[in-house]
Nanobody, 126 residues
Framework: QVQLVESGGGLVQAGGSLRLSCAASGRTFSNYAMGWFRQAPGKEREFVAAISRNSFTNYAASVKGRFTVSRDDAKNTVYLQMNSLKPEDTAVYYC????????????????????WGQGTQVTVSS
């Protein structure tokens, strides 16, 4: 069982930056691949970025080059650094954890993840 708590959301102007954090409970963080997803009004939850147990990363095309996902296993925390933000990035952002026997898996499908945080709102103004 893993509890995930996101933080760092807020209001930012287009072109600005924001860093989201996701803190995980427990002592088995290194056994999980971690993902970030977002859900905008009227849209389905979509993949943003993921990071494997060995820090292999996977990004949605819409955020590649602007967002960076990283993890700090010593702190049981995963981060999403968001730069050059656009209004279309506005959404509730969720972190998720996937139990993984693979060191390299960084899945993009929501169904691959076992635990989810409560979400944090990111609003990018024009």
């Amino acid at each position: 069982q893993v509890q995930l708590v996101e933080s760092g959301g807020g209001l930012v102007q287009a072109g600005g930056s924001l860093r989201l954090s996701c803190a995980a409970s427990g002592r088995t963080f290194s056994n999980y691949a971690m993902g970030w997803f977002r859900q905008a009004p009227g849209k389905e939850r979509e993949f943003v970025a993921a990071i494997s147990r060995n820090s292999f990363t996977n990004y949605a095309a819409s955020v590649k080059g602007r967002f960076t996902v990283s993890r700090d296993d010593a702190k049981n925390t995963v981060y999403l650094q968001m730069n050059s933000l656009k209004p279309e990035d506005t959404a509730v952002y969720y972190c998720a954890a996937a139990r993984s026997s693979s060191l390299w898996g960084a899945a993009s499908g929501p169904g691959e993840y076992d635990y989810w945080g409560q979400g944090t709102q990111v609003t990018v103004s024009s």
